[in-house]
């Protein structure tokens, strides 16, 4: 009877205890990654759509070299080789149509909040973003869903450098705080991107990043840009990185 009733408690005291570790624990990224967002269907060339316009935002960095697509939710050729570049790169088979692997693939990458795995909006909006809290010059949901656009960017560019680590020394910065207000970074396009400090090795992040749909870049040989690659989402290309080679 009394051992029952011990055999009882420690059961019960197991199911809490494997309760709290469910509840409190890290969930799968994968699950993590559709609470984010969701696709329904599988995804081709000449649909259109805000999931079209999602997926676009996640494999923006993959289109090629030199080709900045644009997020306008229609799935025409760029969006066929982003999402090439992407399979490829994931090991997945590259026939250019989204569907469950690609999406489960995504949904690995992506955090429960919408930031890419190795990212965060922490990083991106600290000290002149002040974490995102700044009632600045730009509506803050604009400024997020830039900030989102180009860590994805970032993302697929530190994948491209063999998953080496990529620090960001500045994103989002208020216009109040910005020496440069109105620029790239006060609309949350930009990131500031240091991976191992010196010259030679910002030179490699900023060649790559001309395969990762950069739009502004600038790095070494431009100026007040030695120490870090600057690398935004603006439409169209701006590129200069004189002591890396990079004129345009
Ligand atoms: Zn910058």
New binding site residues.
């Given amino acids: 009877m009394r051992s029952s009733r011990y055999v009882r408690i420690l059961l019960t005291l197991t199911l809490v205890l494997a309760g709290a570790v469910v509840t409190v624990g890290p969930a799968a990224p994968g699950a993590q990654g559709a609470t984010c967002y969701t696709w329904y269907r599988t995804l081709r060339p000449g649909m259109t759509g805000s999931d079209v316009a999602e997926l676009q935002i996640r494999v923006a960095g993959w289109a090629g070299y030199g080709v900045n697509i644009a997020i306008d939710g229609s799935y025409g050729s760029l969006t066929t080789e982003a999402v090439r570049g992407f399979q490829r790169a994931y090991g997945l088979n590259p026939d250019g149509v989204a569907g469950s692997l690609t999406f489960s693939k995504i949904y690995s990458l992506q955090k429960a909040d919408c930031s890419p795995l190795h990212f965060s909006w922490t990083e991106v909006s600290n000290n002149c973003g002040r974490g995102l809290n700044s009632n600045g010059s730009v509506p803050l949901a604009e400024v997020k869903e830039n900030l989102k656009r180009v860590m994805w960017r970032a993302e697929a560019l530190r994948h491209q450098l063999g998953d080496t680590p990529i620090t960001v020394t500045?994103g989002f910065r208020d216009k109040a705080c910005d020496g440069y207000p109105y620029g790239?970074?006060t609309y949350g396009k930009?990131l500031?991107l240091v991976r191992v400090q010196s010259i030679a090795d910002l030179c490699v992040v900023a060649r790559q990043a001309r395969s990762a749909g950069a739009g502004g870049l600038?790095g070494p040989g431009y100026p007040d840009h030695n120490d870090h690659v600057?690398f935004d989402i603006r439409a169209g290309r701006v590129w200069s990185a004189p002591t890396c080679g990079i004129t345009s």
């Fill in positions: 500045s790239q970074h930009a500031d600038f600057h």
